[in-house]
């Protein structure tokens, strides 16, 4: 007979691993397994850039980050492109500039022993007589864990928001190359109204140059290779042959009901739950802020029901507002208030 866990989290991103850590914490008694598929050939997609709001957060847990997981070069400013109206200005920004997967790497290493950490895909979750079956691809191997709550910390394309709660929630497929050499802007915010409604990116990593954008799912890569030649053609320079493709969906909440925390013991955090802000796509701090929550809501909670209250009623201000950021998104993304906005020069640096 299996071991039925207390705790079964899908996905070993910011969210699930700050959950397990807090919640391995805050209830020792607590059997916490977590399923990750990163080492499954799970490819996450992201500019790794640490905002302010996720450095306050790490602060506020008393971590500080290891240098080895600095990129170069480090970044003072954003260059805001418009290809359409041909604009271009420079606003301060303060991130830092990091390697995304070796900043995964590192919060899983902090996790403690008593976690059951499982490498594998989940492919299924169902419940049966109060507890839930987790299906594990492992090797292409299946196994099955039971556990009587099941977390959903698997990021954009989360397989247990589609399976329990089904709700959409608009996604966009994120495209991003990788070139040799510095070709681009160290960081460039750039919007064509022509090939998307959403906003793309170019960042300096290590000597490499990356180019990526949010599109929709529809002709998505045409969409893609059409900007970044109207992209060339507006800075004057020649990306060449990418060394690397990658894609993912990503989430752009519009709308409160977007966002969920769960129902009968099953949970969402992170991205999974919605909780990414659909302006700047900035996704870190609200997985490691809900993942905190979600842990504290377990260890005060007398029952599942009161675990999702306090839950709810705790990411209440989160919620807010990632929901103000979507009517952030639909300034920046209007190409009429966007143009006033970049014309006018409010908030940007000279040079
Ligand atoms: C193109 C792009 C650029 C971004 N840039 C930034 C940025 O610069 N800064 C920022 O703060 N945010 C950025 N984000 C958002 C950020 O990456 C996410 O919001 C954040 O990582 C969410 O954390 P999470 O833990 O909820 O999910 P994730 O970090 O996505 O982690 C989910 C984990 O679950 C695993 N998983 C998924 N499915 C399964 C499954 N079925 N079984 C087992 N494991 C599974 C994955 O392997 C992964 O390890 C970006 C997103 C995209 C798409």
């Known amino acids: 007979m299996n071991e039925t866990f207390d705790v079964a989290i899908i996905g070993g991103g910011p969210a699930g691993e700050t959950f397990a850590s807090e919640l391995s914490a805050a209830s020792p008694d607590k059997k916490i397994l977590l399923v990750d598929g990163s080492s499954e050939g799970h490819i996450k997609v992201c500019g790794g850039l640490l905002a302010p709001d996720a450095q306050k957060v790490l602060a506020m847990m008393n971590l500080t980050l290891p240098n080895c ?6 970044i003072f400013a954003v260059e805001t492109v418009d290809l359409v109206s041909r604009c271009k200005r420079l606003y301060q920004r303060h991130y830092l500039n990091m390697k995304r997967n070796a900043f995964d790497k590192w919060l899983l290493s902090n996790l403690p022993k008593s976690v059951a950490v499982i490498s594998g895909m989940c492919v299924d979750a169902k419940q049966f007589n109060g507890v839930y079956a987790i299906s594990v691809r492992q090797n292409e191997e299946i196994k099955t864990y039971l556990a009587r709550a099941v ?3 698997d990021g954009g394309g989360s397989l247990i928001r589609r399976k329990f709660f089904g709700r959409t929630i608009k996604q966009y497929v994120a495209l991003q190359q990788w070139f040799e050499g510095e070709k681009v802007p160290s960081y460039s915010c750039v919007f064509d109204r022509t090939t998307s409604d959403s906003y793309s990116w170019t960042i ?8 990526g954008g949010a599109f929709e799912k529809e002709g998505c890569r045409e969409a893609f290779e059409r900007q970044k030649a109207r992209f060339e053609e507006f800075c004057g320079i020649k990306l060449g042959k990418p060394i690397k493709t990658e894609a993912c969906l990503v989430s752009s909440p519009r709308r409160m009901r977007d966002f969920i925390a769960g129902r009968d013991g099953v949970f969402l955090i992170g991205e999974a739950a919605g909780l990414i802000s659909s302006s700047s796509f900035e ?10 929550i979600l842990a504290r809501a377990f260890a005060d909670g007398k029952n599942q029901r009161d675990v999702l209250r306090l839950y709810r009623r705790r990411t209440r201000a989160l919620r807010i507002k990632l929901w103000l950021k979507t009517k952030k998104r639909a300034v920046l993304c209007s190409p009429t208030l966007r143009k006033m906005i970049m014309k006018s020069g409010i908030k940007s640096l000279q040079i």
């Open 69 to 74: 997981i600095l990129a170069d070069p480090q």
């Open 151 to 153: 977390i959903g910390a």
């Open 204 to 211: 300096i990593k290590d000597g490499y140059s990356i180019y």
């Open 283 to 292: 996704g870190i701090s609200s997985a490691i802020i809900s993942g905190k």
